[in-house]
């Protein structure tokens, strides 16, 4: 009974201007004149769902229950959907008044809940119907029917059976007062007087133009039947008076649809009513709307509607999405929707007397409960190595509020803050969407790497909470987002060589993070490089690295006199388990005039130019260390090639604090000692060369004629010059001094050497003084001693 009410309160609401009553904030009150009906519209947020109407006049106040109003010509309804109370009452409403049935006035009391108290609102209106009065109008509310008749129509055309079977009736009644008879199907039930009606629940009124007639559904004498398929209810009336020979009886039928609407999934709710409830010769003129809204068909139809004839019935669709629709979400385990329609229908009939009668019709349509999955796209772009999912489809009721990313919890409010970011897509559909955007390198982002399919995978978990208003229910929507890369390898360097060192470059590749790039086992940073001399820049684009030879990480093969060569070698690892996947190494030939090279296993490699430190018309070949059985390997007219451990040939080592260095020299042996040959006066030079090591990486120091390191020595070829024919003097002339400082490093191959270091000093018997890495003076010692 709720929704008759309910939608005759929407009809008036519509088409009156708004008033505002003292005491109630402005907006949460409506009323509104319609063409049949007066509507009070109050917000629930205001009043609470306990208020009540009552209607006053001169006579007193009556409150309006669902009994009284349905008897009396009033509608009232809880309305959750639109949020407010609604009461619709008819211009024939008990306690209207009425003047010549053009102008009617209003007035209530809005009983509501305030704390706990009762407060009264006195509201009241006066309005004008817009369109004239048919001869006859039916009302079809949500809990009563109402008919209204001029009080003078023209006598019909014809005389019918049934027509004389009541006049049978009333002439043989024996009292003048007004009486009414009620027909049923194939019955006719014995008359009784307006106040025996009245206390059954109908309602009889005379105005000044018109009799009226009321009636609750469901009342003994109504009948129910079905008209082509549709089930109808009808009361049939017949009001009559016998003053002496002259009879006055007045025929009253109200026939109404009790369809209930259907839906489909097309996306229509459908309501069917009989063409013809009423006899007519024209039944073609037809009007449909929306809360109180009447638009006639063509225009109705531009809208969206269907309005057809099927057999006999007249079938009205109604778009879901149609202007005055209300949608509400609902969740049970999954999102569902339905709509709720207050449809108003208009009919002209006009019989074969030209007789119009105007039939209204005020129906609360739902649907059934219809699936509205939310949805999630994936949208993702590998090149851009960013997730971008939009969930859509969401209705304008429900919110995201949180967002779960691979488990860890993400409150909407707070997801721009971060490196994803969630944004509102608004839809001109009354949905919504949201766009998330998480980079596939954020913390959250699970990757996986399977090395025997060279596959690159990021996955994102995606669980979204969504949130149903204002009852602030929830469900969860999940995604789940997989990105695959294939053919991913690590990556590899090209290699040049060039005469002062090898240079590597690397194109970066967007998986080069999930690799490690070191020199051995240290990580290749710009600090590595700056501590080893290397010169490296990095960018968006590549990496160069230039290696000079002779710094950390060389191992040197194959030396002779002609040159050795070089070989330095990057390694690419896992950068979680650290494992070695790919490594490029490049070897490259050098040659220089001289050179020394101290191995990690106690070997002293040199190339020393003799040029300088031999006679005029003396050959290298005559040259040899401290151990004069110690000779070149290899020489050429300026240069000997010498290879010899450090604890041979008559090496030193002199021990420092942190260091320790092992010592000989080049000598030359003039042709023939024993005869007198002429020494030059001119100046030839002393040549020493050393190997100096970290003490903290010696593991054996030749104590058993072993040498273990973990770096390689910093080498020294030492150029001084003296008079030859002051060889055993003391006396030391320096000259220009060109170093080359050694540093320690930590050993990757057993052959990686540091540059030589040339100092040059006067005297060819005197050693320079040599300090270790620590600034200690270093003590000579003979290697046989140790």
């Not at 009636?215 to 109504?222: K, V």
């Not at 082509?228 to 009559?240: K, S």
């Not at 003039?670 to 020494?679: I, Y």
Request: charged fraction near 20%; glycine fraction near 6%; hydrophobic fraction near 40%.
């Amino acid at each position: 009974m709720g929704f008759w009410i309910y939608l005759r309160l929407a009809l008036l609401l519509y088409m009156w201007p708004t008033a505002h009553c003292a005491g109630i904030p402005n907006g949460a009150l409506e009323m509104e004149c319609h063409d049949r009906y007066f509507m009070i519209a109050v917000d629930l947020s205001f009043i609470g769902e306990e208020a009540r109407f009552e209607a006053v006049d001169e006579t007193g106040v009556y409150q309006i229950n669902e009994k009284y109003a349905a008897q009396c010509g009033y509608s009232v309804n809880v309305l959750p959907l639109p949020g407010r109370v609604e009461l619709r009452a008819s211009y024939f409403s008990c306690h209207a008044e009425n003047i010549d049935d053009e102008v009617f006035t209003f007035n209530f009391n809005l009983i509501a809940i305030h704390e706990g108290q009762e407060v009264s609102y006195a509201l009241n209106k006066t309005c004008s119907p817009s369109l004239p009065w048919s001869p006859r109008e039916v009302t079809c509310e949500l809990n009563y029917m109402e008919v209204s008749v001029k009080s003078e129509v023209t006598c019909p055309s014809g005389t019918k059976k049934d027509d004389w079977e009541t006049l049978k009736t009333v002439h043989s009644s024996t009292t003048s007062d007004w009486q009414v008879m009620f027909h049923r199907t194939e019955e006719q039930l014995p008359p009784m007087n307006l106040s025996e009606a009245r206390d059954r629940g109908y309602m009889f009124a005379l105005t000044d133009g018109r009799l009226v007639f009321r009636t609750p559904y469901g009342q003994p004498d109504s009948h129910h039947t079905e008209v082509d398929g549709v089930p109808v209810e009808a009361v049939h009336a017949t009001l009559f008076s016998r003053q002496s020979w002259v009879v006055l009886m007045v025929d009253l039928v109200a026939a109404c649809s009790l369809h209930n609407g259907s839906s489909d999934d097309g996306g229509y709710m459908m309501w069917e009513t009989p063409e013809a409830l009423y006899p007519c010769s024209d039944c073609t003129r037809l009007s449909v709307g929306l809360n109180g809204e009447l638009a006639e068909q063509p225009v109705a139809e531009e809208r969206g509607y269907i309005v057809e004839k099927r057999n006999a019935t007249v079938l009205i669709s109604i778009p879901y999405n149609a202007e005055g629709a209300y949608r509400k979400s609902l969740i049970s385990d999954d999102l569902f929707e339905f709509y709720v329609f207050h449809l108003n229908l208009e009919q002209i009939l006009v019989d074969e007397d030209l007789v119009e009668t105007r039939l209204r019709f005020h129906r609360i349509l739902a649907t059934h409960l219809l699936p509205h999955p939310v949805s999630s796209e994936n949208q993702t772009i590998l090149d851009e190595r960013m997730f971008t999912v939009y969930l859509g489809d969401v209705p304008e009721d429900v919110e995201l509020s949180a967002v779960s990313l691979n488990g860890e919890e993400f409150t909407v409010q707070f997801m721009n803050t971060s490196s994803h970011t969630i944004t509102k897509v608004v839809n001109p559909n009354n949905t919504h969407g949201y766009t998330l955007e998480v980079p596939f390198d954020d913390p959250v982002i699970i990757q996986q790497f399977i090395k025997e399919e060279a596959v690159l995978q990021y996955r994102l978990d995606i669980n979204f909470t969504l949130m149903m208003l204002p009852e602030n229910e929830s469900f969860s929507h999940l995604a789940s987002i997989v990105a695959t890369f294939t053919d991913v390898s690590p990556p590899v360097f090209d290699a040049v060589c060039s005469e002062s060192g090898i240079s590597f470059r690397l194109d970066h590749q967007p998986f080069d993070y999930l690799w490690l790039i070191t020199i051995s086992s240290d990580p290749l940073t710009s600090e590595l490089a700056a501590q080893h001399g290397y010169i490296m820049s990095n960018d968006s684009q590549s990496l160069l690295l230039e290696v000079p030879l002779f710094t950390h990480g060389y191992e040197y093969k194959n030396a002779t006199l002609n040159g050795f060569f070089g070989t330095f070698e990057i390694l690419v690892r896992d950068s979680e388990t650290s494992e070695v996947q790919s490594s490029t190494v490049k070897t490259c030939p050098f040659s220089s005039k001289e050179f020394i090279l101290c191995s990690t296993d106690g070997r002293m490699t040199v190339v020393a130019d003799l040029s300088m430190a031999i006679p005029s018309g003396g050959v290298p070949a005559r040259t040899n260390l401290v151990d004069k059985f110690c000779g070149p390997k290899e020489m050429d007219s300026t240069r000997a090639f010498f290879s010899i451990p450090l604890n041979g040939c008559g090496s030193t080592v002199m021990l420092g604090k942190e260091n320790v260095t092992y010592q000989n020299e080049i000598f030359y042996k003039p042709k023939n000692l024993n005869t007198n040959e002429a020494v030059s006066d001119e100046e030839i030079e002393r040549v020493v060369i050393q190997c100096t090591y970290p003490l903290a990486s010696l593991h054996r120091l030749f104590s058993v004629y072993r040498f273990e390191s973990d770096t390689i020595g910093a080498g020294s070829i030492i150029h001084t010059t003296q008079p030859a024919a002051a060889m055993q003097s003391p006396t030391i002339k320096p000259t220009t001094v060109l170093r080359t400082p050694a540093r320690p490093y930590r050993v990757i191959h057993p052959a990686i050497h540091p540059p030589a270091r040339y100092v040059k000093v006067s005297l060819f018997n005197n050693l320079p003084s040599v300090k270790g890495a620590g600034g200690n003076s270093q003590v000579k010692v003979d290697v046989a001693q140790i």
